[in-house]
């Protein structure tokens, strides 16, 4: 029961950033996980995405449940679902979704606040989806906010109760890029914009 568990563990770390394969369809699934174990996603902001904002005169924030603590974003992970297979008999080899509700990230100007919220991480399209409010309305649901670029992946690793996957690079989709310029009137934020680099840590117990 231990060994079936850590592998439903290490099959949702790799999930939330992106795994894919090149296979060819067919596999049977390794580990079938209906509800992900509780977690935490973390995003350490590049320096240069902080300082756009600043030139831009945006405050970043946290929304809900998240938090911002020394140059790193927070979000914890509220649930989900998760197929893995054996890598090179699907593609992707992990499937499902990994969800974050209730939490989020504000940028705020002097007179408009857009707050990207409640991600859900695609782990086959390698993106992370959300909602966009501006000052306090829906502008966007399921927008295509950030790529999760896993070229930049680092081996995974165990803990005592769980297990660690870092390293994915975070991007700014154009969709995200073209409704943040529309809606602070810039032109400065463009797609493949680096915004940080992620880390999950799963754990087997809430």
């Known amino acids: 029961m231990r060994r079936q568990t850590t592998t439903a563990v290490l099959a949702s770390a ?19 996980v209906e509800q992900i174990p509780v977690g935490t996603t973390y995003v350490e902001l590049d320096s240069g995405f902080v300082e756009a904002l600043e030139s831009l005169e945006l405050t970043p924030g946290p929304v809900g449940s998240a938090a911002i603590e020394n140059g790193s974003a927070r979000f914890p992970i509220t649930g989900g679902n998760v197929t893995y297979y054996e890598p090179g008999t699907e ?5 499902g979704e990994i969800n974050h509700d209730g939490g989020g990230l504000s ?17 086959g399209d390698s993106e992370l989806t959300g909602t966009v409010w501006a000052n306090g309305e829906i502008a966007e649901e399921e927008a295509s906010l950030f790529f999760l670029d896993g070229r930049t992946l680092e081996p995974l690793r165990t803990i005592d109760d769980g297990a660690v996957l870092e390293g994915t690079t975070v991007r700014l989709t154009q969709e995200a890029a073209d409704l943040l310029n529309s809606t602070f009137g810039t032109d400065a934020l463009e797609g493949g914009f680096e915004i940080g680099t ?8 809430p």
């Open 198 to 205: 992620a880390k999950i840590v799963v754990r087997t117990e």
């Open 91 to 95: 593609d992707p080899y992990v499937q």
């Open 107 to 123: 940028l705020e100007s002097d007179d408009t606040t857009v707050a990207l919220m409640d991600f859900v991480v695609d782990p």
């Open 14 to 32: 790799v999930l939330g950033l992106g795994a894919t394969s090149c296979g060819f369809g067919g596999g049977d699934p390794v580990v079938e």
